[in-house]
């Protein structure tokens, strides 16, 4: 802490309900750093000298007004505060994939957002070129693209914590290498029972908790075969 922060720095500050919020710097000594905050910009805080300080950039704001990155690493300030925030604004537009690197972040919607699921999205993004756009669709594309051109065993790893949405990821997962990995872009029946062994598995192994309704009570390793290791399709 010191007295490096000038007058009018933005910053994030911690807070009880909001975990952070908005604020601006007044007065910055070695002792204390006073500053207000978008909410009350009346109000006064006083940051210790040992509080942290998270800088904030208005960069994800345009003149038309909020602009939500697709890929986290493109944030200027890549810290709690930012990731959070940036995550929430998508969230609150149903934006509810975002990159990070390579990683793909879903945030659970628990509501059905009208057609991003559709077969057409699915099929917009069954194709060789890769796409920019964070979508459960896109990262099965893209281990769907590493065994058509590299002719490897490919793993998508799905975590988070209980009622994150990672059943409901797999199967979304399950559908696109359904489609895709099919030789005549058509679901055959094999395919099709895969894909509803979902339900009867459920059966066996979920059980309501108080995260989820619908909760797995077991860990998933599903290991899906495409054909032989010459394996051709439609989409390769
Ligand atoms: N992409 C999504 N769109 C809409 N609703 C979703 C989505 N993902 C999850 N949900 C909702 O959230 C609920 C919980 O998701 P899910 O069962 O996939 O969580 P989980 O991470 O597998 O949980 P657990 O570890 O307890 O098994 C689902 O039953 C569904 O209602």
Redesign the pocket.
């Known amino acids: 802490m010191s007295s490096q922060y000038a007058q009018g720095t933005l910053i994030w500050v911690k807070h009880e309900e909001e975990v952070w919020i908005q604020a601006e710097i007044i007065t910055a000594t070695e002792k204390e750093i006073i500053v207000k905050t978008i909410e009350d910009p009346n109000a006064r805080i006083v940051l210790g000298p040992n509080e942290p300080i998270f800088l904030r950039t208005t960069d994800t704001y345009t003149s038309e007004g909020l602009s939500v990155l697709d890929d986290l690493t493109q944030l200027t300030h890549l810290h709690e505060p930012a990731v959070l925030s940036s995550l929430q604004n998508r969230f609150d537009i149903d934006k ?1 994939y975002t990159f990070t690197g390579p990683i793909l972040i ?1 945030v ?6 009208p057609g ?2 559709d077969e057409e999205v699915l099929k917009s993004f069954i194709s060789t070129k890769p796409s920019t756009k964070p979508h ?1 669709f896109n990262t099965s594309n893209a281990s769907y693209r590493g065994i058509c051109d590299r002719h490897k065993s490919q793993t998508v790893l799905i975590s ?13 997962v399950m559908k696109f290498l359904a489609l895709a990995g099919s030789s005549d872009g058509e679901v055959t029946d094999v395919e099709r029972q895969v894909l509803e062994s979902n339900p009867l598995l459920e059966a066996f192994g ?1 059980a309501r ?1 108080l ?7 077991f860990g998933k390793f599903i290991e899906l075969q495409l054909g032989s290791p010459d394996f051709t399709s439609k989409f390769c």
């Open positions: 509810i879903a659970n919607p628990f509501k059905v957002i991003i699921y459960v988070g914590e209980s009622g994150a949405g990672k059943t409901e990821t797999t199967k979304f979920n908790t995260r989820n309704d619908n909760s797995s009570r």
